[in-house]
């Protein structure tokens, strides 16, 4: 059964840095491209960040270019995220997502339970 | 704003046909994906690749794609079909994912 279990969110304050982990188990996790995602309360998902499974090919949305880092560990089975300078529009559920191939289709098949990230004073 | 439109609300009566509408410039070069969330519990992939269903979803779903809108059939809807859905495809250029602001499907 594929598992991702996020971990590492909390309350933090504006400015300051906060590193997400992922654990997973179920599949292979090094044939998979991995994907961090959020959601902020009442708002539909919005992509953050992705990593390849191949080269470890790095991207990110806009919003947090330059601030984030996402990382993964294939021997541990493991994907991070690295936030610095954290804003208050960085709250949210931070939902990492595994990315599938289909045929010739990709697909966001698999996501953990989230972990809830609150930057606040 | 979300690159993906969709309507905020759609209703259906129990038993009946409710689709859910998602538009989008990146859907006439990709196919959607459509996601299901019910409160406090994370997006589970209910359509893919136009028309495909992971495995346990019920065929009572189904999706469709008409030049830059693609849709999400649920014919004969359940109480527990109640949920918000999003739809979700990847960037005009292919580079990056793309959400809807979602629609509260209410089962009447």
Known sequence: EVQLVESGGGLVQPGGSLRLSCAASGFTFSSFGMNWVRQAPGKG???????????????????????????????????????NSLRPEDTGVYYCAREAWFGALLKLDYWGQGALVTVSS | SSELTQDPAVSVALGQTGTITCQGDSLSSNYASWFQQKPGQAPLLVIFGQNNRPSGIPDRFSGSTSGNTASLTITGAQAGDEAEYYCNSRDRNGNYWVFGGGTKLTVL
Do not use: F, H
């Open chain 1, 45 to 83: 998902p919005e992509w953050v960040s992705s990593i390849s499974s191949a080269n470890g090919y790095t991207q990110y949305s806009d919003s947090v270019k330059g601030r984030v880092t996402i990382s993964r560990d294939n021997a541990k089975s493991s994907l991070y995220l690295q936030m």
